[in-house]
């Protein structure tokens, strides 16, 4: 779910992070009077699953935890920003929003430091953790934000995002159901040929700008690779570049083709897993979150999920993943303690399968991924392949990635090309650059 809910938040994070870092003088937090370790977050989808957790820790230890939950994710981002302004944070709390963001409660002072905890007993709790899942709440040493080297956040699941196909569709289209595309020109054929039997083909929620981002980022990772990425981003080279353009022109071929769903550009990622469900599409673009959305929508739904086809075999295909939900514990509480023990039960092998059992996501347990159903093992199977913005040494400038994200809608819908797009994102590069 993180992908999804963090979309909404980041522009409020970032407009006000800089509010947070006026506060780095305060020392202390007003906590609110309560027996319970409180922890805030916005996951409706595990609301009861939490609740069951927190008896059951009660029962256990005798300390009382305290879920609170609010909806939707840019309400629960204001009432965070406006609590670590008032300093009235609870024990424990999510943050939705870039690394940045995440950097600026650091830098304010309301962020515990977990890394000795982490270490203790030879790395024990490190240890039973996804590094991938690991890297969204760590800064190492020398990080452009600033922030001393450590981890300040506990991972509670894994997630990453990649192609989901209906093998009924495609045998109906007369395609093996059991080998899907493999390379990206096998996958233009397949959409020529869902097309030619008037089915629907490709479904993504590009409304949702990072949606198209993260796709076309992995493209690029496979056809320039990760060098030539972070030299764009860093500003030594150029988007208006040979192999960017490649990138922009994957979107004139599967919109030359008419392999896209009608309205993709305008439409949010529920609906478009809806089209998906209800089968409409025959390949979608979705989050390992889908595996529980899909089976609340169509429980009978015939479907797998795949690696993107790749474009060239010169560089390997990439895929945008991370720690789906993450929580930090509020460095001014009294009860900091308390709630490292909770997190790191938490986190343990048996509290994590009771989560995929009922979440169905991605653990951040690494001993928890044999109790998985088969098509969430289809993610995990490519977790070495992940990659994130938030792990990156670089920052894109928000101003440029709208503007790349932007033209390549504008090319779907067929108002400009793919040289026309490069060489506008490229001007905003250069300009922000220049400043």
């Not at 309560?34 to 059951?56: G, Q, Y």
């Not at 929620?205 to 981002?213: K, N, Q, R, V």
């Amino acid at each position: 779910m993180g992908f999804k809910k963090r979309g909404a938040a980041i522009c409020l994070v970032v407009l006000l992070s800089f509010v947070l870092i006026g506060n780095w003088g305060c020392s202390f937090n007003k906590i609110a009077d309560s027996d319970s370790v409180v922890i805030w977050h916005w996951m409706t989808d595990r609301e009861d699953a939490f609740n069951t957790l927190a008896a059951k820790y009660e029962e256990l230890t005798n300390t009382k935890i305290k879920f609170e939950l609010f909806t939707p994710s840019d309400v629960y981002s204001q009432k965070i920003i406006a609590s670590a302004q008032g300093k009235t944070l609870p024990d424990v709390f999510g943050i939705l929003g870039k690394k940045r963001d995440a950097a600026s409660f650091v830098k304010a002072g309301h962020v515990l430091d977990l890394t000795s905890y982490m270490n203790e007993d030879n790395d024990k709790w490190r240890s039973m953790i996804f590094d991938k899942a690991l890297s969204l709440g760590e800064f190492k040493p020398g990080n452009v934000f600033g922030v001393s080297a450590g981890v300040y956040a506990v991972p509670i699941d894994l997630m990453n995002v990649q192609m989901v196909y209906n093998k009924s569709l495609l045998k109906k289209a007369g395609l093996d159901p059991n080998r899907p595309p493999q390379s990206w020109n096998q996958f233009i054929e397949y959409l020529k040929k869902l097309r030619a039997n008037d089915i629907g083909g490709f479904a993504s929620g590009w409304a949702e700008t990072w949606l198209i981002d993260s796709f076309a980022l992995n493209y690029a990772f496979n056809i320039m690779g990760e060098d030539k990425v972070m030299a764009t981003i860093k500003g030594d080279a150029s988007y208006n570049d040979a192999d960017w353009i490649k990138v922009f022109k994957l979107f004139e071929e599967i919109r030359d083709v008419d392999g896209l769903v009608s309205g993709v550009v305008t439409m949010d990622n529920k609906y478009a897993e809806q089209l998906f469900s209800n089968e409409k599409a025959a390949f979608a673009y979705n989050g390992s979150w889908c595996v529980n959305v899909y089976k609340g929508m169509n429980p009978d739904l015939d479907y797998c999920a795949m690696m993107l086809p790749a474009v060239t075999r010169k560089n390997p295909m990439v895929i945008w993943g991370s720690a789906g939900a993450a929580f930090y514990v509020n460095k001014n509480s009294p009860k900091a303690e308390k709630a490292v023990e909770f997190l790191k039960w938490l986190t343990e092998e048996d509290q994590q399968v009771f989560l995929i059992e009922e979440t169905v996501n991605l653990p951040s347990n690494k001993k928890s991924l044999t109790k998985i159903p088969k098509v969430l093992s289809q993610f995990a199977d490519d977790l070495n392949s992940i990659t994130h913005p938030n792990i990156w040494p670089y920052e894109e400038s928000p101003r440029v990635t709208e503007t790349f994200d932007k033209g390549i809608q504008s090319i779907i819908i067929g108002e400009k090309t793919a040289e026309e797009v490069a060489a506008e994102v490229a001007r905003v590069k250069e300009k922000i650059l220049a400043k």
